[in-house]
């Protein structure tokens, strides 16, 4: 009997209801129509997920010193090196460094261990690198970590302002309800903030491509703006604010006349007059802000600018209006509920604050309870790396890869005394790294509750069965805290009990003094916890609570919300003439974090196989930079080797770079090896949007791709990159040494044994070209074309034989042209990765079809019909033939 299980994606911090029903062919995806977050709607990676369910470079058993273990052997192994460590240098000599992928049941066990048996607050998340500047800026305007609205308030609002997100390609469920909205309300207007012009900017009404780092000089003012427009809602903020006197002062000081904020900004004085006069005479105003906010040396004030804005001119706490933080993780909101930050107690108590730090302990029955803030993520690898912290329990995250100054890290894990990973994967740039290491159960397999952005708590459920040894992250933290001698606070049976005391532990003498409330769930049985629907804390008589503050009460110590005087500060690094750019990293649209999942699937790949730099045409011109030629990257961290993309969309000055791909993918393209450890002083976030660096033209003396069955070894290579295909791998690469003769040296990568293998090759040694097909019997096993510059045949019409059984005669004379013959069509590169629609069909179609909207294009092809992503995409195609 076939069954479907109501899920949550494992993705970003939208939240949406996943349908997973597993079939004998697989898994099916679909979304989940009845769940609120997304009503039906998944982005392109949510709707590859069953793509990514296999067991391919799986950890499936314990090990310890790099050889198979067993869970008895490897838990003690942690155990007592936790203990005996803590014995000798105390409870600050280990830390644990965890995971907005982990979920809200796991991240509770862990930071109870941390904090209230082991006696430290050396517990913090890669949720710091992503909205723990949020975090600090909600907790000074607010007195708490409350996320005022909800996703309706996007349908509701009148004028949508996005700071710093690409929520197109970041959030792309949530983009789209936006989208709908816009259809259905003609009036609503958006206005898009960001020094690129990205995907986003498809539905903007303006963009502001303000000069980078000058965020908080625009909203200063604003807010000094809309008091000279008359727009201070006096009641509201008498009654219900304190400060306002004082962030008024400073905005006028530092950006006092919309002149100076356009000077300041580098933007033209009529959009900034614009944007102003737009949010006076809109009331019902959201800003949505995201990393290009957060990730930032002055991120907390960046957020409590935009916060000042809305408590001055009263537009929070109502339907449509109020600051918004779109969440990067999927369960970035739990890990801050149970207290998942080294600054933070559990339920959203106050590690600084006695009276939480007694109740906390007193509720756990604990023997300690840590009594002062913990070392945050940067700060953690730091210590590590001088000694003071000799032992890391790394769960979940891949901190090699995305921390900034990531060679550090690297260095500081390698002398750590005692590293610990729990993982899915056997083999990641961290788990390498590991002394012991500790399968994990992975999405489809795992059992807990996440929250999304909008605070609100869902399920994941199990639908696979745990393979090999792996184990729920929650049991596992659990039974090394049994094996350290504290099994009576860890006797759990299942996640439903680490549930319900998290619970209840939110409610503990709470009395409305904390925002974070579900004690109502504490009671929730077994049966009652699997059917659980999705529903927005806090829980009030059996009902979640859309949006907060509409009461006018806030959670400081007065009750009253805080206006904060933020005086602008740029960002730290300046460029300079060695290194003349700034450096923005972030996400691209069909990949998540360090590529460990969406690495697997292959129509994800598809879109961006390699990893980029983008650059401005005349920056390109400047540095010698073509279109699709490598670069060398460097800043005074480290360097990179990435494709040059060339793009009017980025600013003079300014360039980008992904920031997924890693060790296990490309031999030179971790881009945190080189972005500044500099972090916002206030949150700890570390500042990913802005480092100086200088771009060279990479060139080596051979250039080349390969399409083959098998993954392969690319040592000796000078620079590879690999991409998953649909039953192939992709690899580019490049040399700096000439090879003499390629055909024995493809035969060698290839290993060109047996009868059955036979080779079509062509060599131009004079002109250094060589292209070689090797198949077997009927087959397209593996093919290699070499070139003595990057401009090679398309990679699309040669993968598309690797879904054949036998070529025909034809395709067999085009293999080594790279060319399809009389009657196939070459795709070419993908622009849908819903439906894997390539660029050639789309522009064939919108030719031969003339097709004139990007709905047209919907109903001919299906592209954009599904996540939509690819739709601004769509929409430059059929510009570029007008």
């Not at 085009?814 to 849908?832: E, M, S, T």
Request: contains cysteine; negative net charge.
């Amino acid at each position: 009997m076939i069954e479907t299980t109501q899920t949550t994606c494992p993705y970003c911090g939208v939240g949406c209801g996943v349908l997973a029903t597993v079939t004998d062919d697989g898994v099916d995806i679909g979304g989940d129509t009845q769940h609120p977050s997304n009503y039906g709607r998944l982005c392109s990676k949510g709707s590859a997920l069953g793509q990514t369910l296999d067991l391919d470079q799986r950890l499936l058993y314990p090990k310890v010193d790099g050889l198979r273990s067993d869970w008895e052997t490897a838990l003690s192994k942690v155990a007592d090196g936790f203990s005996r460590i803590v014995k000798a240098h105390g409870p600050d000599s280990v830390a644990m460094y965890v995971s907005g992928q982990l979920l809200t049941e796991d991240y509770y066990v862990a930071n109870k261990l941390m904090k209230g048996y082991i006696g430290t607050a050396n517990i913090d998340t890669n949720s710091r690198l992503c909205m723990s500047s949020s975090v600090a800026g909600h907790k000074r305007a607010f007195g708490s970590d409350t996320v005022p609205c909800c996703y309706e308030d996007l349908e509701r609002a009148k004028l949508i302002v996005l700071a710093g997100s690409n929520a197109a390609w970041c959030h792309p469920v949530l983009y789209q309800r936006i989208v709908q909205a816009k259809k259905d309300h003609s009036d609503l207007q958006v206005i898009v903030i960001d020094p690129r012009k990205t995907a986003t900017c498809d539905i903007a009404d303006m963009h502001l491509s303000l000069r980078p780092g000058t965020d908080a000089i625009l909203f200063n003012g604003l807010l000094a703006h809309l008091d000279e427009a008359g727009e201070t809602n006096e009641l509201f903020v008498s009654n219900y604010t304190e400060g306002h006197a004082e962030a008024l002062a400073q905005a006028k000081t530092s950006a006092p006349t919309v002149e100076s904020v356009a000077g300041q900004c580098g933007l033209p004085l009529a959009d900034v007059m614009e944007f102003f006069r737009l949010f006076v005479r809109t009331e019902r105003v959201i800003t949505v802000y995201s990393q290009g906010v957060n990730q930032s040396s002055s991120g907390t004030d960046k957020v409590n600018a935009i916060i000042n804005c809305h408590l001055l001119s009263g537009r929070i706490g109502r339907t449509g209006m109020g600051p918004f933080s779109f969440t990067g993780q999927p369960n970035a909101m739990g890990g801050r509920e149970v207290g998942g930050l080294a600054n933070m107690l559990a339920a959203h108590m106050d590690i600084d604050n006695a009276d939480h730090r007694k109740l906390v302990q007193g509720f756990w029955q604990s023997p300690v309870i840590a009594d002062h803030q913990g070392l945050k993520a940067v700060d953690l690898f730091n210590a590590i790396d001088e000694g003071k912290v000799k032992a890391v329990w790394i769960l979940a995250t891949n901190p090699v890869v995305s921390l900034p100054d990531a060679d550090r890290v690297k260095a500081a894990l390698q002398k750590c005394e005692l590293v610990v990973v729990s993982d899915v994967m056997a083999e990641t740039d961290t788990t390498v790294l590991a002394d012991v290491l500790l399968p994990a159960l992975a999405w489809g397999e795992k059992d807990g509750t996440v929250t999304n952005s909008e605070r609100r708590i869902s399920r994941q459920k199990a639908f696979l069965p745990a393979p090999g040894e792996a184990k729920a992250d929650w049991w596992i933290v659990a039974e090394v805290a049994k094996r350290m001698g504290y099994s009576d606070g860890f006797s759990y049976d299942s996640s439903a009990d680490v549930f319900r005391e998290h619970a209840a532990l939110s409610g503990h003498k709470n009395n409305g003094q904390r925002d974070f409330d579900i004690a109502e769930l504490s009671s929730v049985s077994n049966a009652d916890y699997d059917g659980f629907k999705p529903i927005q804390w806090p829980v009030v008589n059996g009902k979640g609570m859309p949006r907060m503050f509409s009461d006018g009460r806030y959670f400081t110590a007065s009750g009253k919300a805080q206006l904060l005087p933020i005086k602008p500060r740029l960002p730290q690094n300046s460029t300079t003439d060695d290194f003349p750019f700034t450096l923005n990293t972030g996400r691209v649209r069909d990949q998540w974090h360090t590529m460990t999942r969406t690495g697997k699937a292959a129509r994800l790949s598809e879109h961006s196989p390699e990893s980029y730099i983008e650059i401005h045409p005349d920056d390109a011109k400047d540095a010698n930079l073509k279109e699709g030629v490598l670069a060398r990257v460097f800043s005074q961290w480290g360097e990179v080797i990435v494709r040059v993309r060339v793009s009017e969309d980025q600013q003079r000055g300014s360039v980008f770079i992904p920031m997924h791909w890693n060790d296990q993918f490309a031999s030179h393209a971790r881009v945190s090896a080189i972005v500044n450890p500099v972090v916002d002083p206030v949150s700890g976030q570390p500042e990913l949007k802005q480092t100086p660096v200088r771009v060279a033209l990479y060139q080596p003396a051979w250039h080349g791709f390969l399409l083959t069955r098998r993954r392969l070894d690319m040592a000796g290579v000078s620079y590879w990159s690999r991409a998953t295909g649909d039953g192939f791998y992709r690899y580019e690469f490049a040399g700096e040494q000439t090879e003499l003769d390629w055909p024995a040296w493809a035969r060698g990568m290839l290993c060109a044994s047996g009868s059955d293998v036979n080779w079509v090759e062509y060599l131009d040694a004079r002109a250094h070209r060589y292209r070689g097909v090797r198949m077997v019997e009927s087959r397209v096993e593996s093919c290699i074309f070499i070139a003595p510059n990057h401009e090679l045949p398309s990679r699309s019409w040669l993968a598309g034989l690797f879904a054949k059984d036998a070529l025909v005669a034809d395709e067999r004379k085009g293999l080594l042209l790279g060319k399809p013959p009389a009657g196939q069509q070459d795709v070419g590169r993908i622009v849908c990765a819903c439906f894997s629609v390539g660029i050639n069909t789309l522009s064939a179609a919108i030719k031969d079809q003339n097709l004139q909207t990007a709905e047209e294009i919907g109903l001919a092809l299906k592209a954009g019909t599904n996540c939509g992503s690819c739709v601004p995409e769509l929409k430059m195609l059929l510009s570029a033939r007008l």
